[in-house]
């Protein structure tokens, strides 16, 4: 709702700056082009123009850290790959928010801390990170405030650490 892809069937949804969503594996990636190309695709699609991709495209290769497998194209792409990519070009862009569901569940442990680095860093930019997760302890650890929403109703809104307890209590999860 919040990116866009549905509407809401009652009330509105008020955004307030661009959104950058890394909300599903390869969306936004045509599988024939390859992963250099679908930069400037992925970046399009977001409304940024080749000028800002240009001038973002060397951080995202940097932190995609895919070297010369950049040039092949993304149907080749293990769903690694395909997670480094997409983080890297939502994060590098000068999106003011950044909608991030359960990407961090795919990829190395090193590429997970340095995306959570990241996401940190731009926490302090003062960017807005939205992290959807089914994972208590990575909304405990990574924000501020935890919104709750089961059987379509919204039923926390409060402190992450708080919400982490009342979503192990709703879904029977032991607290680490």
């Known amino acids: 709702l919040i990116s866009g892809i549905y509407t809401p069937t009652r009330g509105t949804i008020k955004v307030g700056g661009q959104i950058a969503p890394l909300i599903e594996l390869g969306a936004g990636f045509h599988t024939e082009l390859s992963g250099y190309e679908n930069i400037f695709l ?67 442990v090193g590429f997970q801390e340095k995306c959570l680095r990241k996401i940190g860093a731009l926490h302090r930019e003062g960017r807005t990170m939205i992290l959807i997760s089914h994972d208590p302890v990575a909304i405990e650890h990574n924000c501020s405030r935890c919104i709750i929403i089961a059987d379509k109703k919204k039923v926390f809104d409060g402190m992450a650490k708080e919400g982490a307890e009342v979503y192990r209590s709703l879904f029977g999860q032991a607290s680490p």
């Open 42 to 108: 992925n970046a399009a699609i977001l409304g940024y123009g080749r000028a800002a991709t240009s001038e973002a495209i060397a951080s995202i290769l940097d932190f995609a850290e895919l070297g010369d497998r950049v040039y092949m194209p993304v149907k080749h792409f293990s769903s690694g790959m395909l997670a480094r990519l997409g983080f890297a070009i939502a994060t590098h862009l000068p999106a003011p928010i950044i909608l991030i569901d359960e990407i961090l569940a795919v990829g190395d």
